[in-house]
C-alpha cells in the first residue's frame, strides 16, 4: 500500500516554511525523500533509517517517528530552487523495494 | 557521478507490438528498479533486479517483463502493449543493499501507446 503524502499542493514565498508529511499504515525500516523538477528525473534528498540514523540533503530536514510510521519533511527558509514535486518513498523490510507517495507540488515565488 | 540513461526520451508505439525499454548504469550497481510515473499515483514500482538474471516483481508486473543479462544494462519489455500502458518509465539503480542507499533515476521514457 503507498504512503500517503500531505499535502498536495503549497505555495510559498521565498523565505516562508512548509512542512510535508508522508504517513504509512505499515511498520517501516526507512523513509526517503525525493525532488523532481518538471521534465527531470527525481533526485535523491533524504534517507531516514530506524533507529536515528539520516543521511542526505544539509539544507533539508526530515525527521522519522517510527511509532507511527510517519515522516516530515521540513522546508526552511524556503529558495526559488524549491520548487518541484516532492516524493516520499518507504521501506518496510530494508530491501529497498520503494512504495512511493502520489507526490506533494512545492511552487516557490518570489 | 552516477549516471542512468534510458535508450529514448518518447516513445510512440501501436498496441500489440512489442516494446523494449532499456536502461544503462556506468557504477557498476548491483540493484536496478524500473517503476511507472502517473499524474496523481507518483511512482510505483513494476520490477526489480538485485543482481544479474535476478528478478522480482514489484507492485504492479502485470503485463511486463524483464531482462538483465549484464549488470550495467536493465531492459523493460512489453508483450503486447496496450493503451492502459501509456506512462512514464523511470529507471533507477541503487549502489548497496538495503534500505539504507540512494535510487538514482534515469531521465524517464515517456511512452504512448495508441
Known amino acids: 500500500q503507498q504512503p500517503v503524502q500531505s499535502p498536495q499542493a503549497v505555495i510559498l514565498r521565498e523565505g516562508e516554511d512548509a512542512v510535508i508529511n508522508c504517513s504509512s499504515s505499515k511498520a517501516l525500516y526507512s523513509v526517503h525523500w525525493y525532488r523532481q523538477k518538471h521534465g527531470e528525473a527525481p533526485v535523491f534528498l533524504m534517507i531516514?533509517?530506524?533507529?536515528?540514523e539520516q543521511k542526505g540533503h544539509d539544507k533539508i530536514s526530515a525527521s522519522f517517528n517510527e511509532k507511527k510510521q510517519q515522516s516530515s519533511l521540513y522546508l526552511t527558509a524556503s529558495q526559488l530552487s524549491y520548487s518541484g514535486t516532492y516524493f516520499c518513498?518507504?521501506?518496510?523490510?530494508?530491501?529497498?523495494?520503494?512504495?512511493f507517495g502520489a507526490g506533494t507540488q512545492v511552487v516557490v515565488t518570489p | 557521478d552516477v549516471k542512468v540513461t534510458q535508450s529514448s526520451r518518447y516513445l510512440v508505439k501501436r498496441t500489440g507490438e512489442k516494446v523494449f525499454l532499456e536502461c544503462v548504469q556506468d557504477m557498476d550497481h548491483e540493484n536496478m528498479f524500473w517503476y511507472r510515473q502517473d499524474p496523481g499515483l507518483g511512482l510505483r514500482l513494476i520490477y526489480f533486479?538485485?543482481?544479474?538474471?535476478?528478478?522480482e516483481k514489484g507492485d504492479i508486473p502485470e503485463g511486463y517483463s524483464v531482462s538483465r543479462e549484464k549488470k550495467e544494462r536493465f531492459s523493460l519489455i512489453l508483450e503486447s502493449a496496450s493503451t492502459n500502458q501509456t506512462s512514464m518509465y523511470l529507471c533507477a539503480s541503487r549502489g548497496g543493499a538495503g534500505g539504507s542507499y540512494e535510487q538514482y533515476f534515469g531521465p524517464g521514457t515517456r511512452l504512448t501507446v495508441t
Open positions: 533486479s538485485y543482481d544479474v538474471k535476478m528478478k
Open positions: 531516514l533509517l530506524k533507529g536515528g
Open positions: 518513498g518507504t521501506d518496510p523490510d530494508s530491501w529497498g523495494k520503494l512504495q
